[in-house]
């Protein structure tokens, strides 16, 4: 009996110590959570390219503006805005290279259209495209669609009857409906030279021309303009206006065009800094230095080619 008490408290203690050494209850638990949630920051981590950045991280710096070029590092993108600014007031002349734009509109380049011309008095020259009076009355007014909200300002169009006469002349103002697309309300004047005024309605074919001419295209800022709000308008250009920028500091701005002939500056960023206009066939002027004065003519020196 001694003995067999011996032995099962001999027993009882070996299995108290082997207890003691085994990992507690929770042990297991915790060593698996926190294995998780080392494997929740792995998952994670792949989400910095959605950031377009090469090093996420707070002191990352922002991704390039909209219309940067993509994929380079903010110092290459630095290096392409330095590079692809115009000189100072040196940039006057226009790019050697020049090719049609698909921006034209609906007047375009060696294309022909048919419609009628009647006539209208043209009194001091100045219409729905504000270029002001004009001693020159060979001018007409466009269609409102072909108009195209003032794209047709400025251009020239040659002209041509049946009878053989033909007349080149500036669209300066709008011809509302009931005028139908391809349709030219001429001056008086110009009317003249193609049948007599009583002819009332003329069938005509017109094209676009780019003519010779001594002048150079001037800039002006609409009145009420400041360096908080401003419009611009090209004027005496060669050729048809296809866009408008200002230089910001975020690059080149396109300002939208008025009906009424203008490229706006809503807030005013851009306004009395460089200028840069580009015609249909993509010939590209920059004027550096126009003042922000209001409803003044500010020759630039620059024209765009002849085609």
Partial sequence: ??????????????????????????????????????????????????????????????????????????????????AAAPPAAAQKTPPAASTPAPSAGRIRPDTTYKGVATAYAAADGNGACLFGPSDDLMIAAMNTTDYESSRACGAYVRVRAANGASITVRITNECPLPCAPGQLDLSEKAFAKLAELKVGRLPITWSLVSPGTSDTLSLRYKTGSSAYWCGIQVIDHRNPVAWLEVRTSKGWRKLPRTDYNYFLAADGEGCGGTIRITDIYGEQLTVDGTALLPNVAQPTGVQFAAH
């Avoid at 003691?20 to 390219?49: E, F, Q, R, T």
């Fill in 1 to 82: 009996m001694l003995g067999t008490a011996v032995i099962l408290t001999a027993a009882g203690i070996l299995f108290c110590l082997m207890t003691s050494l085994l990992p507690g209850p929770g042990a297991a638990p915790k060593a698996g959570a926190k294995a998780g949630a080392m494997a929740g920051a792995d998952v994670a981590a792949p989400a910095a390219p959605h950031t377009g950045a090469a090093s996420p991280g707070p002191t990352s710096p922002a991704p390039p503006p909209a219309g940067s070029p993509t994929a380079v590092t903010p110092s290459a993108t630095a290096a392409a805005t330095t």
